[in-house]
Nanobody
Framework: QVQLVESGGGSVQSGGSLRLSCIASKRFFSIRSMAWYRQVPDKQREFVASMSELEGVSYSEAIKGRFTISGDDAILGNSAKPTVHLQMNSLKPEDTATYYC???????????????WGKGTLVTVSS
């Protein structure tokens, strides 16, 4: 079983910055993409940013130009502990949410393609 552990959340004032990190507990056989999602209470989880070898980097319109996703060659290489970061600048109160890390891939050669999720890290932006 693999675990994804997010870190870097916290409280910041509007206009501030935070850097989230997510590290997987073990090597994947193959990763299609790594991504960040966010969720506020009583709303659906929404896409924030993703990176993949095939499709490159993608961002939601809500955060484009303010957030940057990056990875430690997790997609292109065979990282023992795949890691993905989310640099969040110019934060706004509407960015307040729990942020979740997602890995889309195969944990073993025989396992089916699955989505793996972390438990989330809370980001609070005050005005």
């Amino acid at each position: 079983q693999v675990q994804l552990v997010e870190s870097g959340g916290g409280s910041v004032q509007s206009g501030g910055s935070l850097r989230l990190s997510c590290i997987a507990s073990k090597r994947f056989f193959s990763i299609r993409s790594m991504a960040w999602y966010r969720q506020v209470p009583d709303k659906q989880r929404e896409f924030v940013a993703s990176m993949s070898e095939l499709e490159g980097v993608s961002y939601s319109e809500a955060i484009k130009g303010r957030f940057t996703i990056s990875g430690d060659d997790a997609i292109l290489g065979n990282s023992a502990k795949p890691t993905v970061h989310l640099q969040m600048n110019s934060l706004k109160p509407e960015d307040t949410a729990t942020y979740y890390c997602n890995v889309d891939g195969w944990i073993t050669e025989t396992a089916g393609r699955m989505h793996y999720w972390g438990k989330g890290t809370l980001v609070t932006v005050s005005s």
